[in-house]
């Protein structure tokens, strides 16, 4: 069964970067397309990026200016940046697989909640 | 604001059915782009309940449904039960071959 984790601070000080990865186990990451997608406190959800398991990737307009998603295939991970935080940014990070560009998000890490203090 | 919109909440006594709606624009739904409908039970990972429109993963009841027409598409669930209560969120793609979610709606169990 695939399972997603996803690790890194619970706590950022604004105007610096958030930094999470998200490892995959019981599959490979080779072959599919990997997404992250956030939740603030209360609110919905929003569509971070995605990046194929090639290192292509799009981004959400509202967040590419600050945004960078990485692979590392040999260690079945991927990676989220995005740079310049403010409290808003504070929300639970989540991780997620699809098969391809357009299809749905079958697999979900448990989510992270990074807090953006000031 | 979301791209997809959703009613903020629904509500519909057990053994009832509800509906709820998810409207776009044809730069994602109208363009003919699929709409996934995920079920968020509080504190947990949104589960993937109906993909491409109108199926059901395996293990997801049959009393979970979805319909696509035009710019908009539809959630229906029969004979509601406590379990059901729960965030509901659709999914579709846009043009530029990102991803957009509704705003979510908060299901209740009267």
């Known amino acids: 069964q695939v399972q997603l984790q996803e690790s890194g601070p619970g706590l950022v000080k604004a105007s610096e970067t958030l930094s999470l990865t998200c490892t995959v186990s019981?599959?490979?990451?080779?072959?599919?397309?990997w997404s992250w997608i956030r939740q603030p406190p209360g609110k919905g959800l929003e569509w971070i990026g995605y990046i194929y398991y090639t290192g292509s990737t799009n981004y959400n307009p509202s967040l590419k200016s600050r945004v960078t998603l990485s692979v590392d295939t040999s260690n079945n991970q991927f990676s989220l940046k995005l740079r310049s935080v403010t409290a808003a940014d504070t929300a639970v990070y989540f991780c997620a697989r699809h098969y391809w560009i357009t299809t749905p998000f079958e697999y979900w890490g448990q989510g992270s909640l990074v807090i953006v203090s000031s | 604001q979301s791209v997809l919109t959703q009613p903020p909440s629904v509500s519909g006594a057990p053994g009832q059915g509800i509906t709820i709606s998810c409207t776009g624009n044809?730069?994602?739904?109208?363009?003919?782009?699929?709409v996934h409908w995920y079920q968020q039970l509080p504190g947990t990972a949104p589960k993937l309940l109906i993909y491409?429109?109108?199926n059901r993963p395996s293990g997801v009841s049959d009393r979970f449904s979805g319909s696509k027409s035009g710019t908009s598409a539809s959630l229906a669930i029969t004979g509601l039960q406590a379990e059901d209560e729960a965030d509901y969120y659709c999914q579709s793609s846009d043009s530029s071959l990102t991803w957009v979610f509704g705003g979510g709606t908060t299901l209740t169990v009267l």
């Open positions: 019981g599959g490979s990451i080779s072959g599919y397309y």
């Open positions: 491409a429109n109108n």
């Open positions: 044809n730069s994602n739904i109208g363009a003919g782009y699929d």
